[in-house]
């Protein structure tokens, strides 16, 4: 058996694994398609997941940052002040 999968690879073990669409593989399934370790194709599968949150948290702040920003009180000081009416 191969070590280990590639990116892509990894991306296409995830989708085979959550996406409905494609039948929802088992990761023994999946490691057995790419002849890998059951728990190699299972590590491949939470790794992107994690990336996905990463990824999903990074957008989320992105946008917090860019209403601070919009916020026509913006001022250094003042960003507690504004940050607490935005979370109201």
Known sequence: MKKA????QKLMAY???KDPDLGNHSTKKIGDFFKVAQSTAYNAVKDVGIARQIQ????ELEETK???LASKEHKKPDLIQIASRVTK
């Open 5 to 8: 999968l590639n990116d892509k």
């Open 15 to 17: 989708v085979l694994n």
């Open 56 to 59: 999903n948290l990074q957008k």
């Open 66 to 68: 860019t209403e601070l």
